[in-house]
C-alpha cells in the first residue's frame, strides 16, 4: 500500500545555507549561499520551491548519494541545491533539460554558483536520452511531463542501486499521469513511498529497498 505520508520536511540544514549547526561553511558555501539568497524569490519558470530543493539537497547529504539525475533542469534552482549536496559526497548531478533557453540559463546559474563541475548538463529530449542512461545511479529527480512519468520510473527503476531513491515532483495534483503515477510506485515489489507535502505541490520519495547485507535507506 502506498503509504501517503504527510512528512515534515527532514532538513538538518540551517537558515538558506545548507550548514548544520556547529559546521564551518566553506568558500563554496560561501558562494551558494551568496547566489541563493541573491535570487531569493525569483525562482519562476517550472523551478521548484526553496522547500523542495532544500529536501533534494538533505536525501543526497544524508544518505551519502554519489550518482544523480534530473529530469527537467528548467533554469537550474534544483540542481543548484542537488550539486551542492553532490560537492560534499563526492558525486556529480546529470540534468537534463529540453528548452534551449533554460538549458543556457541554467548553466550560467550553475557557473555563477561555483557549482558547474558538479553538474553534467545536457539539452536533449528526456523520452530519448533516460532509457540511454547507464546505471547504477542513485538518486533520481523527475521534474518534467508527468504524462512520462511512469515511464521515467520504468527506465531508471532497475538501474538505481539498492539502497536509492526516486523523487518525483508535483505528485499532489491532478496532472494528468500523476495517477498511473503513483499506482505505479504502489505496484513495486522493493519499494517504500512517502509523499512530503511541505511545499504543497507533494514530492514522493520512494527508496528501493536494499539487498541483504547491502546499505539501508
Known sequence: MLKLALAVSVM???????IAPGQTPTELDKRVQAFLESRR???HDLNVPEAD?????????????????????STGHSGIWMAWALSKTGGKLITIEIDPERHRTALANFREAGLADYVDARLADA???????????DFVFSDADKEWYTNY???LWPKLAPG????AHNVSGRMRGIGEFLDALES???????????SGAGLSITYKSPAPGERGS
Open 188 to 198: 513495486l515489489p522493493d519499494a517504500k513511498t512517502t509523499i512530503d507535502r511541505t
Open 127 to 137: 523520452h530519448e536520452l533516460v532509457p540511454k542512461l547507464e546505471g547504477p545511479i
Open 41 to 43: 524569490g525569483t525562482w
Open 153 to 155: 520510473l520504468r527506465a
Open 12 to 18: 538538518s540544514i540551517a537558515g538558506l545555507g545548507g
Open 53 to 73: 530543493g532544500r529536501t533534494l539537497y538533505d536525501l543526497i547529504l544524508r544518505n551519502k548519494y554519489r550518482h544523480a539525475v534530473e529530469i527537467g533542469t
Open 164 to 167: 536509492g531513491c526516486f523523487t
